[in-house]
């Protein structure tokens, strides 16, 4: 219990020291690089470097716990606690088990933080205020089908759940049946609904004596059943920067429709399984170091160690940003890596359990 409260807090704290200076770093260079391009209040200012702080450490959070866990080893070398703590009769898997356990309650922290628009989608947000000085922007002429209808929004508010200048196509046999044009629509107990909308039929077969073009005024339609602003916004404009919940009701939803849902599935895996890859790493690097820094070159074992997880994290970087832009699989791109990373890490684990067995 000693030797895990010792490391556990020598690790924490090495944590959060860390990840704030990797975050102050990128935060701080890219506000110099925008600056002239942010608007002039400071209320927007303030809330894209918090949006930016949010991202920062959405992307450099498993970089951090690692980082973390090489310093408070170096930590535990210089100060010969761990060869204290091995004379007292604790085992290496005692001296681990803090990192791994902390690791595993700071992931679980982090993906519970994704189930918040603002943290899942910061940089999108900060990026709205430099560009349009406003953290929200609609969507323009979004066209899209759903339920064998095509469906144009002129423009899409998600938060507001709303659209204006919309028209819903409706073909059979490649033929156009039917057009619904209304100024707006508002999306309410799982339906959107168009007020005052103005409903074109088109006659089955055009004759010189046949009658035109019928023209029906409807007080209100349902469409879209169970299609949220916040899926359409984010589906049919590529994005990727999901919240849980919008990702699974959009993995739901497109599924029964047939579409391709990659991107959805590439984005809840990077969620769920690719911070894992750190427990799995941390793992590997604890058991190659020695336990005295007679045997070790410090300075040389920091460097590597570091070097080996900047390595490892942009490989996994590159393989989720090639799933997400669909030139792999994202069952290759992303979970293969993180189960072969947790297989070794097993092996190393229990191979050196049988080492102090024997």
């Given amino acids: 219990m000693l030797a895990f409260r010792y490391v556990a807090l020598h690790y924490l704290k090495y944590f959060l020291i860390i990840l704030a200076a990797l975050s102050a770093f990128m935060v701080g260079f890219d506000f110099m690089e925008n600056a002239s391009e942010l608007p002039t209040s400071a209320n927007l200012v303030m809330i894209y470097v918090v949006y930016k702080i949010f991202y920062s450490i959405d992307m450099l959070l498993p970089l951090a716990m690692v980082f973390g866990m090489i310093a408070t080893k170096v930590l535990l070398i210089r100060s010969n606690a761990l060869v204290a703590f091995y004379s007292l009769g604790y085992s290496k898997n005692d001296i681990l088990k803090p990192f791994v356990l902390v690791s595993l309650a700071i992931i679980s922290i982090y993906i519970a933080l994704h189930t918040s628009s603002a943290f899942a989608r910061a940089n999108e947000y900060a990026t709205n205020i430099a560009k349009n000085s406003s953290y929200l922007r609609p969507t323009s002429n979004l066209f899209f089908t759903y339920e064998n209808k095509y469906i144009f929004f002129g423009k899409l508010f998600p938060l507001q759940q709303r659209a204006v200048d919309v028209r819903v196509f409706e073909i059979t046999d490649n033929n156009l049946k039917e057009l619904v044009v209304a100024s707006s629509a508002f999306y309410k107990d799982d339906y959107w609904h168009v007020p005052k909308a103005h409903l074109l039929r088109k006659p089955k077969e055009i004759t010189f004596e046949g009658g035109g073009i019928e023209i029906e005024d409807k007080k209100t339609m349902k469409i879209l059943k169970g299609f949220k602003p916040k899926i359409l916004d984010q589906v049919y404009e590529g994005k990727v920067n999901y919240t849980i919940m919008d990702a699974v009701d959009a993995l739901f939803l497109?599924?029964?429709?047939?579409?391709?849902t990659d991107r959805i599935k590439s984005a809840l895996y990077k969620t769920f399984l690719t911070p894992f890859f750190v427990p799995s790493f941390i793992i590997i690097i604890f058991f190659f170091v020695p336990v005295s820094q007679r045997f070790l070159n410090v300075t040389l074992f920091s460097f590597g160690a570091i070097l080996a997880t900047l390595v490892m994290w942009a490989v996994l970087f590159?393989?989720?940003?090639?799933?997400?832009?669909?030139?792999?699989?994202?069952?290759?791109?992303?979970?293969?890596?993180?189960?072969?990373?947790?297989?070794?890490?097993?092996?190393?684990?229990?191979?050196?359990?049988?080492?102090?067995?024997?």
């Avoid at 940003?321 to 792999?328: D, Q, R, T, Y």
């Fill in 254 to 260: 497109l599924t029964d429709q047939n579409v391709n």
């Fill in 318 to 358: 590159i393989l989720s940003e090639l799933s997400f832009n669909k030139a792999i699989p994202s069952e290759i791109g992303i979970i293969l890596p993180v189960v072969l990373l947790f297989f070794a890490a097993l092996w190393q684990w229990r191979r050196q359990g049988t080492k102090e067995g024997t």
